[in-house]
């Protein structure tokens, strides 16, 4: 499983890379390769200033090595090892009718001994849309992708990992979520339901899924032209971004607490960002109704 | 004490207002009052888009009620309640060779039943500057003023609370400090050294000496013009302000997390922010020398 899955997060990352060129039209990936002192590393890719994507990252890391302390904490274990493969990707395109988009796809392993027999393994991951301008019609293009990825698996999954997805992207202390949501699913195991290649079969769709379930937003938003006004209100609400990134939002944090690389870790914030004081959109705008879709989340996919 | 310290916040508030408007030339504070829902309130006041301060906030509140879970736990105790003031303030100047500043003066009652006697009591507070083109002799001017008003009260003040806020307003994550000190102090009860009132007496003296800090530098420096490339500079470091205030301070985690109102918890945030990817300033310029300096506290005050 560790060659399967490291084998396909580097070819994903490759196709994402691609694609994402391909559409800017302008800039190219940035590559840094990095090791990671307690074992393993990774590959960082950076696209920044470009004809679409004013800030992107599409990263893979493959690292291993002795649990760090909160790992052990958390499982109650007092020694092991571990072994983590994942892509990771952000991008905060310019066009503020453009959304954000943020995946992540996972699998972790501990055991008892370095290179021992695997103790435990799960898979995680998921993928999420920020718009700043909602069109009701991209919400439902992405949701639906997903949807049809989850559904090759089990008819369960979707309804599950969306509203997991709402709970995860929560900014608790303003109310709202921080986009409108996708999938979030974690601590995918094997057992009675699904075996090990079943997981992965599912987490690659989910994977496979990103590039459809996003490119056509944005090749259909990238054309708008936006105001000053449009771009302002991009900058605060990317403000919304920084807030859950840095308070909230678990993988940032704990790549932080366990001396992660940084700059890879916080590739995810955007590029330009405001704090106004109390800013608070004119009431019936465009800017208002999104925010209230944020505090109340909804269903995208209309049932068949 | 309740009564006097929440009238000489109030009445610093006001001073420090008049002063920085002065300053400023250009913007007026806007204010806002609030009320908790579980007991007092505050006055928030906020200055946007002046000739100096891009922007800034000049808070108080005096809240109080049952004791918050989150202190509960801390401090072991089942039940109480908790009486709260303070002033808090951060100052964003729009030019970069303007240094970022904030200041915290606070007191904090706990009590068995509501309106009981006070079973336990503290002061707490500091200051610390945050230069994106650092001038030695601001910093020396900086640190100078507030040994002074330390040294009044007692000679091992000033070395005991320069050396903790160096140690509280680090960002681990960055191993750097947000800026280059000042004072950081807490729990300071009263006991066999100190009374209540020889506590209070050197928490007004600090937040006395916070005028005299700081407007000297601001006045001294905001007649500076900027480049574009200074600019840019300043709006990176700002992204570290960022960080540090939503990953590392316990004030406005704490806020958060206690259901405080989160305007004025983030008017501390910069008005303009930039991450970009792995920013790193030339060698041998101003800018990393800013740099070894945060990652190495350095004393400022001459020895006399």
Chains 1, 2 share one sequence.
Not at 178 to 184: A, E
Not at 219 to 241: A, N, S
Not at 257 to 277: A, F, N
């Amino acid at each position: 499983m560790r060659e399967q899955f490291t084998e396909w997060i580097h070819d994903l990352q490759n196709r994402i890379c691609t694609s994402i060129e391909e559409l800017d039209g302008v800039a190219r990936f940035r590559e840094d390769r990095w090791e990671r002192p307690g074992g393993g590393g990774g590959l960082t890719r950076v696209i920044a200033n470009g004809g679409v994507f004013e800030k992107g990252g599409v990263n893979t890391s493959v690292v291993h090595g002795e649990l760090p302390e909160l790992i052990r904490s958390r499982f109650k274990v007092e020694g092991g090892y571990f072994y983590a493969a994942g892509i990771s990707l952000v991008l905060h395109p310019e066009n503020p009718y453009v959304p954000t988009v943020h995946a992540n796809f996972r699998y972790f392993e501990i055991s008892d001994t370095e290179g021992g027999p695997v103790s435990d393994f799960w898979f995680g991951g998921g993928a999420d849309l920020t718009p700043y301008i909602l069109f009701d019609d991209d919400a439902r293009h992405f949701h639906t992708v997903l949807k049809k990825a989850c559904d090759r698996h089990h008819r369960g999954f979707y309804p599950e990992f969306k509203k997991e997805c709402d709970a995860y992207f929560y900014n608790t202390h303003r109310r709202e979520s921080r986009g409108i949501g996708g999938l979030f699913f974690d601590y995918l195991r094997a057992g009675e339901s699904f075996t090990k290649e079943e997981r992965f079969a599912f987490v690659r769709d989910a994977g496979e899924a990103f590039l459809p379930s996003y490119l056509p937003v944005a090749e259909c938003r990238m054309h708008h032209t936006w105001t000053d006004k449009e771009r302002y209100w991009q900058e605060i609400r990317r403000g919304r971004y920084v807030e859950f990134n840095l308070i909230h939002d678990r993988g940032t944090l704990f790549g932080l607490k366990t001396d992660g690389r940084v700059e890879s870790i916080l590739m995810s914030l955007p590029p330009r960002v405001r704090w106004d004081y109390d800013f608070r959109p004119e009431p019936g705008s465009r800017e208002e109704k999104l925010i209230n879709i944020l505090q109340q989340p909804r269903d995208w996919v209309l049932e068949e």
